[in-house]
């Protein structure tokens, strides 16, 4: 029943390490983003996908690469792994884009851990 | 660059009070203004959406207003209850890039 689902909920692992989180939607919608959120709270964007197209790349290191293999999944894939990169990791969905903008679906969230 | 501001960053309330949240950006150019709550340790759950022509939306209890102009959308919360409490984000859509405030965080007292 899940709209948007992450997983795993927790990541925790060792600097240097690479390692992935993947978000699936079943709702149907064509966009979906991903966002971190750090430890003061304050939720970034970091990509956007719209129908498997990358829209939106913020100014994220590109040691994390996204990838949608199809319009209901974007994964997201970290290399080198480094302390600042701990954090709450959110995959979110909206029906679209467009110049009226559409209601934003999130998931529950990945908290990464890097010791 | 848009920049989005929450005030204030903490309300604690006792049981039974209207409140009003603040969110405020620099950037007018804007699709759409959405509010979120967020639980300790959850995503973020969608409250209200205002289109950059509405002036207001109203679900339940909660109503959220937007003067794009001065940059500013508020959130009222009618009759607060212990439920309420958790963290309130808006965050305004940018031509599909979307920026977040810091947060509000409610506590309502029983």
């Known amino acids: 029943d899940t709209a948007v689902s992450q997983t795993p909920k927790y990541l925790v692992t060792q600097m240097g390490n690479d390692k992935s989180i993947k978000c699936e939607q079943n709702?149907?919608?064509?966009?979906m983003y991903w966002y971190k959120q750090d430890s003061k709270k304050f939720l970034k964007i970091m990509f956007s996908y719209n129908n498997k197209e990358l829209i939106i790349n913020e100014t994220v290191p590109n040691r994390f690469s996204p990838k949608s293999p199809d319009k209901a999944h974007l994964n997201l894939h970290i290399n080198s792994l480094e302390l600042g990169d701990s954090a709450v990791y959110f995959c979110?969905?909206?029906?679209?884009?467009?110049?009226?903008?559409?209601?934003?679906?999130f998931g529950p969230g990945t908290r990464l851990t890097v010791t | 660059k848009q920049e989005v501001t929450q005030i204030p960053a903490a309300l604690s309330v006792p049981e039974g009070e209207n409140l009003v949240l603040n969110c405020s950006f620099t950037?007018?150019?804007?699709?759409?203004l959405q509010w979120f709550r967020q639980d300790p340790g959850k995503g973020l759950t969608s409250l209200l959406l205002?289109?950059?022509?509405?002036r207001e939306q109203t679900s339940g209890r909660l109503n959220a207003s937007l003067d794009k102009s001065s940059g500013r959308s508020t959130l009222y919360i009618a009759a607060s209850q212990p439920g309420d409490s958790a963290t309130y984000l808006c965050?305004?859509?940018?031509?599909?890039?979307?920026?977040f405030g810091s947060g509000t965080k409610l506590n309502v007292k029983p």
């Open positions: 709702l149907g919608h064509d966009t």
């Open positions: 205002i289109q950059s022509s509405q």
């Open positions: 979110a969905s909206s029906p679209s884009l467009g110049d009226t903008g559409y209601e934003q679906y």
């Open positions: 965050a305004v859509d940018n031509f599909n890039k979307f920026y």
């Open positions: 950037d007018s150019a804007i699709y759409n």
